[in-house]
Each structure stands twice: as C-alpha cells, then as structure tokens.
C-alpha cells in the first residue's frame, strides 16, 4: 500500500489488482486510436465493472472513439507532452489522484518503431492485457449509416454499383508517407479506362488537389465516411487514419504503405495488401504498374 502510494506521487505507473477507475490517455491520431480499442475491450474483460475514463483530443479525434461503448467518460481536449518524461509524470500523477490505474499510451520517443511491434501490440502491452482480436476497432453509429446512405443516394448510387473508396492523403509526416499526387492521377486513369467502379475520393477540406475521374468529399465526416467503406467494394489508401478505420471492416484494400515498417503501422485486415518497399524508402520507389498489377490481382 506505502509503495503503491509512493510510485503514484512518483507518477509511475503501478499496479491493481481490483481497479474500480482506470484513465486511459492517448492524444496520437485517428490510426493510433483504433489501434488502441482492442485494449479498451480488454481492459473491461480482465476488470468487470470498472468504469474506464478516455482522454482524447477534440474534434475528429473524440469522433473517432465517441461510440465506444466501453468508455464510461472523455477528457476531451486532453493534451500532455509525451515527449518529456518530467511532463508525463506530472500527468500521471494528476490522474491518480482521481483513478487506481492510469495508461498513457502515446510513444514517449521518435525510435517507438524500432522495436519493430505494432501499435496494436504496444498498446496492449502498456495497458496488461492479451488481445482476443488482433485487430482495430472502429464503431459506426445508425447516425453514420443514415448520412452514408444519404450522401450515397444524393450521388445517385444504387446497390448494384461497383464502389471504390480512395483516400490518398496523410494527415501528418505528408512527406514521408505520401504517394505523389500524379501517381494517384496515372492509376486513377487506368482503373477508369479498364473497370467500372464508380471512385470516391476522401481529403480534407483544404486539400488543393482534384482527382481528376473520381468523386472528391472534401471534409466529409469521419463517421458517415466509415459506414462509406465499409459498404465499399474496394479501399485504396496510404498510412493514414482512413486506411486503419478500412482494416477494422471485411473490405478489400490496399495500403500502398511508405514510412515506418509494416509491422510496427501496416494495416490489420485479413483483407488488405500492402505494396510497400524497404521502410522510409522514397514515395516515387513504389510504381504505378506496381500498384494497378496488385488491384488487378485482387479484384
């Protein structure tokens, strides 16, 4: 009990036997936070009845995990800096004050990809669990199956067309992970020239390309774009939240996946290829017949 005490005035993390309050924090992205629900179902199987506190960013990143039904409460805006452990601990001491365990589960380190785990993994690992389902998690509300199926009816879709969802656009490190936008354009083409799938394209609002041959939402939201593809017959994406949120649903996909390794932020779908080279390789080492001959192959 003096020991447990003293590591939470220490702001290390300990451990409970029988916790009745967890706070679970993670201020990374989009991918980062559904990589992290198969924890918080965990969580509540090896703790019955435990009420489980989440702190998140605003915004999209609260839309991203709001229909969680194994989080009791938010913090929303929640924000620390992971990066220096004198702020991390003072973190971890203000929330014991409150709750018997607490994980925070953003990578205190630029080098968190060298162990070479997944994310998925990393987070289990940090908060003691083992995962039934090796795989991320995304909850779609009937809310985001209406707006879906409006947005897929203003459109004039009906349920025999062929859909492809693209979403060609990092969030962040755009330099490391993003494929050149006239890449995208090239295999826009010869999917158009050869197939008859009608394209959605999914950026930001402040996105300045057009993808010439598809159907660009811009700033479309987060929910209704899930149910999108996850009604989709075919995701075509890079490194990015949209592409971990496509691995939690049955839809075939491919990442073309530039930056950290695949097996620390590729994407985990029985359903999903990867075309990807050596880790930080340059956006241009992967071809556009490289990706076309891999759809090809798969549709």
Not at 5 to 21: D, M, R, T, V, Y
Not at 143 to 151: G, V
Not at 237 to 249: K, R, V, Y
Not at 269 to 296: G, L
Request: net charge positive; with cysteine.
């Amino acid at each position: 009990m003096i020991l447990s005490a003293f590591k939470k005035w220490l702001g290390i993390s300990h451990s409970c036997e029988n916790p009745k309050s967890i706070f679970v924090g993670l201020i990374g992205g989009v991918g980062d936070l559904v990589a992290a629900a198969p924890s918080v179902v965990a969580l509540k199987i090896k703790y019955p009845g435990v009420k489980i506190k989440f702190g998140v960013g605003d915004g999209i990143f609260f839309n991203t995990i709001k229909n969680d039904p194994n989080i009791d409460h938010f913090e929303t805006p929640f924000f620390y800096d992971a990066w220096k452990k004198r702020a991390r601990r003072k973190t971890y001491r203000e929330k014991y004050k409150e709750h018997d365990l607490v994980f925070l589960l953003d990578n205190g380190t630029q080098d968190w990809w060298k162990p070479k785990k997944h994310l998925v993994d990393i987070y289990a690992e940090k908060c003691g669990v083992n995962l039934k389902n090796r795989r991320p998690i995304f909850y779609l509300s009937d809310n985001d199956y209406e707006e879906a199926q409006n947005k897929f009816n203003e459109l004039g879709f009906s349920d025999n067309d062929k859909i492809l969802i693209l979403a060609p656009e990092a969030r962040s490190k755009k330099k490391m992970k993003e494929w050149p936008y006239e890449r995208f354009l090239a295999l826009i083409q010869k999917i158009n020239k050869n197939h008859d799938f009608k394209i959605i394209t999914f950026v930001s609002k402040d996105n300045p390309y057009d993808y010439n041959g598809t159907i660009p939402l811009k700033g479309f939201a987060l929910g209704p774009s899930a149910a999108m593809i996850r009604r989709a017959n075919f995701y075509l994406g890079l490194d990015n939240g949209l592409t971990h949120i496509a691995s939690c649903f049955d839809v075939k996909m491919i990442s073309v996946h530039i930056g950290y390794p695949i097996e620390c932020a590729g994407p985990l779908s029985p359903f999903a290829t990867t075309v990807a080279h050596k880790p930080f390789d340059s956006p241009e080492s992967i071809s556009v017949e490289e990706v076309y001959e891999t759809f090809q192959s798969l549709i």
